[in-house]
């Protein structure tokens, strides 16, 4: 195998290693969004729940008079 082929083959590895990296960091990155929409989602759904809570007990206690 001559240079340039050699030197040819060197940069197609080097770019499709480069790619690889690149769709495994976007992978990254949509995990990451995806895990905070799921805990952003799942603190809204605790905030609902404690005032829920609140508002049982100011029912039951009768302090929403």
Do not use: R
Not at 34 to 43: D, L, N, T, V, W
Request: cysteine-free; aromatic content about 2%; glycine content about 10%.
């Amino acid at each position: 195998m001559d240079s340039n082929q050699m030197s040819y083959n060197a940069g197609q590895a080097k770019g499709q290693t480069q790619e690889k990296a690149s769709n495994m960091m976007d992978q990254a990155g949509n995990a990451a969004q995806s895990a905070k929409e799921s805990m952003q989602e799942a603190g809204q759904q605790m905030k609902a729940k404690a005032q829920g809570a609140a508002d049982a007990v100011k029912n039951a206690t009768g302090m929403n008079k």
